[in-house]
């Protein structure tokens, strides 16, 4: 497809990046630190880790994790919400030559004993809050390595022990668990500080992340994100924010989790590169403590899906803060609404502007110039060195238009390298010529503005998070009193979208209330469904297969 969309570029954004000039995240991590030493890197409930502590710390955290016998490209998992301990794991892991395996805290036991299975990680760094469901499952993974952690174990004293006895004894945020020969973070840190961090060589096509992501079989893919591919991404980001975003002058607030793939690369990765000072929001659902926490810094960047804005719009104080310095406002994740961009601009005097990525991409695909001035209901342009197709069902490429709507599909540095282990499910979404296949269909306007107007896969997005009906549909099937289920996505205020069951019940005496107790067991909060539908049958094709979209629409 002809690349009518680079007319569009602000002045200054490259068309091509230089994907050569870092050979790995370590690499730019490393570079990052020299050059912004003396900067705020990362801040955490008041406390502020300076880009010299970062080099320091994960130093001596990849340290330990080489003196365990962690060898290069072997896995760690890493679970926990955004604390400070965050960044120091993921860096410490990736200087050591390791492959992070990011992990949802609020995974249930059966979520991560998959996740740990299927990646095969040697290791894993957890929040104590979440040992517990470490614990039920430890035995049937190949983890032999465990580091745990409080919440306040990187803060200066008296203020960690005082917030690790408040969340443990006061709070009672720490469930009761045991696992021996776990050790503690700080514990771990000082071993390390003993240790010398053996140099690794790492190239374009080493493996940096295995980030797991939902799939049409209802198991959970690992998509292969090399450092080539997050450099890419990387190297994108940074050029998209050249023309308003200022190196070493950034402040971002940092709410999303960074076990996501788009806070992960946009936040926590993208602004270390540019010597920015992330802001991380431990639980942003505490909007009344996510405002109080917005008020103490000039945020001159955030980024979050559009529940979170919609969230921080309604939330009491939000419209007296000082938005003064704020140049970006930036959604992903799901499809920022109209009404949402607007009442941001009213209240903020800055723009939402929309963005659009998958994990399989880095994230970053698509975004709208940073200087647009209304909402226009695209999710951008292709970033730089990225191309665009509109395919066919056929696989025949489209032209420009919204006659020519298709699925749309990209080719770029920033693409995956396969799923995890998984051939099969790779060449579903990969096209002989190198394309990804976004299962979304849409088409490029006359502009080169790409447009979305349905998605071709069943997935459900969940305030930025997706779910994948089959999965559901195999927990919802486990409880004794279910015939058979189906899984659709239906609108929701508050996040977008929210999964709802349709069930043929086995058991006349079965009620919604029971299935949603039964799925809150199995499966993480924003999967469990809403809403429960009972039906005598479900609408099936010829051959059998279950009509979702019947589902759907009635």
């Known amino acids: 497809m002809e690349r009518i969309w680079l007319r569009e570029y602000p002045e200054g954004v490259p068309t091509e990046i230089d994907l050569n000039e870092f050979a790995s995240l370590k690499d730019i991590l490393e570079k990052s630190c020299r050059r912004f030493a003396d900067l705020p890197a990362y801040s955490n409930m008041g406390v502020t880790l300076r880009y010299r502590d970062i080099d320091r710390i994960s130093r001596d955290f990849g340290a330990y994790l080489q003196g365990r016998g962690l060898g290069k490209g072997e896995r760690v998992a890493i679970m926990m919400p955004n604390v400070l301990q965050y960044p120091i794991a993921v860096f410490g892991a990736l200087r050591a030559g390791l492959t992070v395996v990011n992990v949802n805290p609020l995974y249930t036991p059966r979520e991560l004993e998959h996740q740990l299975k299927d990646s095969g990680a040697a290791a894993i760094v957890i929040v104590e809050n979440f040992a517990h469901t470490l614990q039920e499952v430890l035995d049937r993974t190949p983890v032999k390595t465990i580091v745990t952690t409080q919440l306040g174990d990187l803060f200066p004293f008296p203020k960690r022990p005082l917030v690790n006895v408040v969340v443990k004894y006061l709070k009672k945020m720490v469930p009761a668990w045991h696992i021996p020969g776990a050790v503690p973070f700080r514990r771990a840190l000082a071993m390390g500080a003993e240790q010398t961090l053996q140099e690794v060589s790492l190239t374009h096509d080493d493996l940096a992340f295995l980030q797991y992501t939902g799939g049409t079989t209802g198991v959970s893919k690992g998509a292969m994100l090399t450092h080539g591919n997050l450099v890419a991404n990387l190297q994108q980001a940074s050029a998209w924010l050249s023309p308003v975003s ?67 719009l309604h939330a009491p104080g939000f419209e007296r803060l000082d938005f003064s310095a704020l140049k970006i406002s930036l959604g992903g994740g799901m499809a920022v609404q109209r009404a949402v961009a607007e009442n941001w601009k009213r209240v903020t005097g800055m723009l939402l502007i929309e963005a659009y990525g998958l994990t399989e991409t880095s994230p970053a695909a698509c975004i709208n110039p940073l200087t647009l001035q209304e909402y226009n209901g695209s999710i951008g342009l292709p970033i730089p060195s990225t191309e665009l197709s509109v395919r066919d069902d056929e696989g025949r490429e489209l032209g420009i238009g919204v006659d020519q709507v298709g699925e749309l599909c990209l080719r770029g540095p920033q693409v995956m390298h396969g799923y995890w282990n998984r051939p099969e499910e790779t060449a579903k979404v990969m096209t002989a010529d190198g394309y990804l296949r976004t299962g979304d269909v849409g088409y490029v306007d006359e502009r080169g503005y790409v447009r979305i107007v349905d998605r071709k896969k069943d997935m459900i997005l969940v305030s930025g998070f997706n779910v994948y009906p089959n999965e559901i549909e195999d927990v919802v099937a486990l409880h004794p009193g279910v015939l058979e289920a189906a899984a659709v996505g239906v609108p929701d205020e508050r996040s977008g979208e929210a999964v709802k069951v349709v069930v043929v019940a086995k058991d006349p005496a079965l009620t919604a209330e029971a299935l949603i107790e039964h799925c809150r067991q199995h499966l993480t909060g924003y999967k469990v469904p809403r809403r429960v539908e009972f039906r005598a049958e479900l609408p099936k094709s010829n051959v059998g297969k279950i009509l979702r979209r019947l589902l759907r629409d009635g």
Do not use: Q, W
């Open 246 to 312: 200022r190196l070493a002058e950034e402040t971002v607030i940092t709410a999303l989790p960074l076990y996501h793939i788009f806070s992960l690369t946009a936040n926590c990765l993208t602004f270390m590169k540019v010597g920015g000072h992330n802001i991380l929001i431990t639980n942003p659902r505490d909007m009344p403590g996510f405002v109080k926490e917005l008020a103490k810094v000039r945020f001159t960047v955030i980024t979050g899906v559009n529940t979170l804005f919609n969230g921080l």
